[in-house]
C-alpha cells in the first residue's frame, strides 16, 4: 500500500505540477480532484463487497468444514490479493524510478 501511496503522490506531483500552474481557477480543480478521491474510494468499497462473496461461494463448493475456507482464503487472498496488492505497484515503481532517474539526470546534464 505504501509503495501504491508513494507511486500515485509522485506521479501525481510530476503530472499536475505542470497542469495546475496554467490553471486560473486552482481551487476548483482542487476540489475535482477531492470529489474525485471519493468516487475511487467508494468503487474500492463495491471491489471489497464482490471479493467476500467470492469467498462465501468458494466456501459453499469447497465444503462447510473449516479446511475448505481456510484453504480458499489462503488461496484467493494469498495468491490473487498479495500479489495484486504488492507486487504490481512494486514492480511499477522499480521501473518508473528507473526512468525518473534518467529524466532528472538528463535535465540535469542540458539544463548546466
Given at each position: 500500500m505504501l509503495t501504491t501511496f508513494l507511486a500515485g503522490s509522485a506521479l501525481g506531483?510530476?503530472?499536475f505540477s505542470r497542469f495546475i500552474d496554467n490553471q486560473r481557477h486552482s481551487l476548483?480543480?482542487?476540489g475535482l480532484v477531492q470529489i474525485a478521491t471519493g468516487i475511487i474510494a467508494i468503487m474500492s468499497i463495491l471491489e471489497f463487497t464482490q471479493l467476500r462473496d467470492l469467498m462465501v461461494s468458494?466456501?459453499?463448493k469447497l465444503g462447510t468444514g473449516w479446511v475448505g475456507f481456510?484453504?480458499?482464503g489462503f488461496f484467493i487472498g494469498g495468491l490473487i490479493g498479495a500479489h495484486l496488492i504488492q507486487g504490481v505497484p512494486d514492480a511499477l515503481l522499480r521501473k518508473l524510478f528507473g526512468i525518473f532517474m534518467l529524466v532528472i539526470a538528463v535535465r540535469m546534464i542540458v539544463s548546466g
Amino acid at each position: 500500500m505504501l509503495t501504491t501511496f508513494l507511486a500515485g503522490s509522485a506521479l501525481g506531483s510530476l503530472i499536475f505540477s505542470r497542469f495546475i500552474d496554467n490553471q486560473r481557477h486552482s481551487l476548483n480543480f482542487l476540489g475535482l480532484v477531492q470529489i474525485a478521491t471519493g468516487i475511487i474510494a467508494i468503487m474500492s468499497i463495491l471491489e471489497f463487497t464482490q471479493l467476500r462473496d467470492l469467498m462465501v461461494s468458494s466456501w459453499q463448493k469447497l465444503g462447510t468444514g473449516w479446511v475448505g475456507f481456510v484453504c480458499a482464503g489462503f488461496f484467493i487472498g494469498g495468491l490473487i490479493g498479495a500479489h495484486l496488492i504488492q507486487g504490481v505497484p512494486d514492480a511499477l515503481l522499480r521501473k518508473l524510478f528507473g526512468i525518473f532517474m534518467l529524466v532528472i539526470a538528463v535535465r540535469m546534464i542540458v539544463s548546466g
